[in-house]
């Protein structure tokens, strides 16, 4: 599945991580797009992805936030 019912915006903050934003973006409509199924409130969806533990010792750390948004809120 490559389309959701509903907007997802999907901002990539990795360099290293770019040339698979595509697959990244791919696999979060799909399993946002899933997760949907049988539910007609969600009005968007947000995907972010980040290096947490920048300047750190351990920079291999990421942080992913997924936030959906609820059309009836």
Not at 35 to 42: K, L, S
């Amino acid at each position: 599945m490559d389309k959701a019912n509903f907007p997802i915006e999907f901002n990539n903050e990795i360099d290293d991580m770019k040339k698979s934003e595509n697959e990244f973006s791919t696999l979060a409509v799909d399993r946002l797009s899933k997760m949907a199924e049988g539910h007609n409130d969600i009005s968007g969806g947000v995907v972010n992805l980040k290096l947490s533990a920048q300047g750190h010792l351990t920079s291999y750390i990421y942080e992913v936030t997924i936030v959906v948004d609820n059309a009836f809120a």
